[in-house]
């Protein structure tokens, strides 16, 4: 296969950061003395007590802890805040777009902000929150979700956010592992011009949770909604009547900063914990470098603050930098297929960062809705989430881009706390689908996967792993931490195992080729697809189900059900129906099936095992290679599989 290879033009790596030969040589420095390098990059943040010790990592098996900067002292809302307010006090923080256009865009100054988080930290200290209490924020994207956030990191309280496109079940479940003593939640949450619930998806999660968690409610809309009395607050009443100063309690670099949950290969959602100091000084870096982000900028990152992007490319990174942050309440195609590059317009954004999912859905609607606005102001164009196909890509170049701005696809992932491989845009040539090399400090390296062995020549193929920590790595699964070595420690001996597979093509750049294990990637949000069959199998008319993702035009891979029904249970497109309702309240809307295949039976090995490779097949309509079937228990049920298949029926 070739490749164009887009470089930077000279103009835009003029004013860059970094150039070639400066990104070659703090990678190199990064590496030859990592102790040196993150000692002197950890003072990208401003430290109550400085650090002496700088990176205290052992990936081993059995022994794996993980620490940074370990006996440094900081607030993290005091280096988002408080350091800023005497050079840029007036400067806006946060842009706030609301979901109708027609509703005035907020300027929210680091003034404000501050106000605004002091007040909400102390309404949170009047609630009895303490140092390293957890505190569910279940909100929609309202600035009130940063002032949350922020108001838990300057009194030591750990937040856990919930995506509020999650179920009441999934809620509770956080709610509950997490251990929390607070919910933060809205009245409702308009969206593409509809409203979600919110608070009564709150109100049904409480139900499954201990009495003595409180509810604090934003009145966002004003819309009515249920109130309990001794459990539910007002926030917002409460602020106003809260002292606007809250000392931010000094936190070791070691403290949890928040937990955030996100599905793995089994049934049940892991809590990735990260950690003070070496999260925040990880995401300011790569703020700073991947987007070539100058003081003045307007960032916007269109993710939702319920996802890891959100936590660290709306809020933390931006804000440590003294950034201008855009928060968008909205969708990409409300009222049009035009409303990003209308925000773009008007808010003359500088470096924008979306996910290939919502570009392929923009790229259908034709090119007029990019057409109509000036989009002269944007130096940097990202993505995330999942693999760029070159299509979009070139779109996202051309017709976006305009040839101009460089494109930054960034791979990482939850555990990850911010990007690993991403080019360096002034620095590094880009090829469309290739997230191309490493940021400082990064070790990647592909393993085969048989035999775990590092594959040493430039051109190679296989798992992709990590040889050495990075300060934004997870520190535990929360209140597991042998889930967490055997997750991520226990099948590559002595690395980091990602998850995903990889190749590495002759000048050393990475591919991602997906995952390698039960997760699939549903329009840049991971699903466990363990997690929708035991959804699926709670329903009184199902025997059996198994998952497996498989190519969806826009959403990158769909969900695909292969379900066996009770012996007593008839077929129907109403079921179908009622089991993809089933879904979304057990889980969420983003975990409907996109297709529910009825199997009367599934592929099994003697033993019982269900032999999920053929399943993808199916699903992939690859059932030319299907391998060998001979040992399935009854290799019949293949055949009737894929004539009733997505493609066959
Ligand atoms: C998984 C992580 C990190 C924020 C968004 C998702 C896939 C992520 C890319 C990319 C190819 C990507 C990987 C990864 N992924 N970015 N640029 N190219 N694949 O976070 O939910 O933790 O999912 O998303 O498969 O393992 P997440």
Partial sequence: MTHTTHSPSQSFTDTAHLDRAGYDAMYAESLADPEKFWGDQGKILDWITPYTQVKQTDFNFGKVDIKWYADGVLNVSANCI??????????????????????????????????????????????GVMRGDRVVIYLPMIPEAAYAMLAC??????????????????????????????????????????????????????LHCSDKVRCLVVKHTGDQISWTENRDVDVKFLMQHASPDCPPRPMNAEDPLFVLYTSGSTGKPKGVVHTSGGYLAYAAMTHKYVFDYHDGDVFWCTADVGWVTGHSYIVYGPLANGATTLMFEGVPTYPDAGRFWAVCEKHKVNQFYTAPTALRALMGQGNSFVENYDLSDIKVLGTVGEPINPEAWNWYNDVVGKGRAPIVDTWWQTETGGHLLAPIPGAVPTKPGSATLPFFGVQPVILDPTTGEEITTTEAEGVLCLKDSWPGQMRTVWGDHERFQETYFQQYKGYYFSGDGCRRDADGYYWITGRVDDVINVSGHRMGTAEVESALVANATVAEAAVVGFPHEIKGQGIYAYVTLMNDQTPSEALKKELETWVRTEIGPIAKPDFIQWAPGLPKTRSGKIMRRILRKIAENDTGSLGDTSTLADPSVVDDLIANSIYNS
Avoid: C, M, W
Avoid at 116 to 123: C, G, S, T
Avoid at 157 to 173: E, K, R, T, Y
Avoid at 196 to 202: D, E, V, Y
């Fill in 82 to 127: 408080d350091r800023h307010l005497a050079t840029r006090g007036d400067q806006t923080a946060i842009i706030f777009e609301p979901d109708d256009p027609n509703d005035p865009a907020q300027h929210i100054t680091y003034n404000a902000l501050s106000d605004k988080v002091n007040r909400f930290a102390n309404v949170l200290l009047s609630q």
């Fill in 153 to 206: 990191a300057r009194i030591g309280a750990i937040h856990s956010i919930v995506f509020a496109g999650f179920s009441p079940d999934a809620l509770a479940n956080r709610i509950n592992d997490s251990g929390a003593k607070i919910l933060i939640t809205a009245d409702t949450a308009p969206r593409g011009g509809r409203k979600t619930a919110l608070k009564s998806n709150a109100d049904a999660a409480l």
